[in-house]
């Protein structure tokens, strides 16, 4: 069973940085799977944030992060990243990792995930 355990939130001022892991495990390898980043405002329904395809590399990302968030992923230690810079209060949420096993669907929909962490919280003060 693929289990995905994020770390990597907390508290920062509004232009900073942190950077979000998720550790992967369950498989020896993740290049069929697509990995994916969503954000659950205060309120709000969950949102694409952005994802990457294990094999390709090739991330995608949602208007509102472009420019500012990067995501990665290390092959040797089964862990996706996303580097998250200028920060805004909106983009306090809670981040979660996903992954889809089938590489199939949209990749902006939540739906199309088949496993999900736990989330960590990303607070931004102004």
């Known amino acids: 069973q693929v289990q995905l355990v994020e770390s990597g939130g907390g508290l920062v001022q509004a232009g900073g940085s942190l950077r979000l892991s998720c550790a992967a495990s369950?498989?020896?390898?993740?290049?069929?799977?697509?990995m994916g980043w969503f954000r659950q405002p205060p309120g709000k329904e969950r949102e694409f944030v952005a994802a990457?395809?294990?094999?390709?590399?090739?991330?995608y990302y949602a208007d509102s992060v472009k420019g500012r968030f990067t995501i990665s992923r290390d092959g040797a230690k089964n862990t996706v990243y996303l580097q998250m810079n200028s920060l805004k209060p909106e983009d306090t949420a809670v981040y979660y990792c996903?992954?889809?096993?089938?590489?199939?669907?949209?990749?902006?929909?939540?739906?199309?995930?088949?496993?999900w962490g736990q989330g960590t919280q990303v607070t931004v003060s102004s």
């Open positions: 990457i395809t294990w094999s390709s590399g090739i991330p």
């Open positions: 369950g498989r020896n390898t993740f290049n069929s799977y697509r």
């Open positions: 996903a992954a889809d096993r089938d590489n199939s669907g949209s990749r902006y929909s939540a739906s199309s995930y088949d496993y």
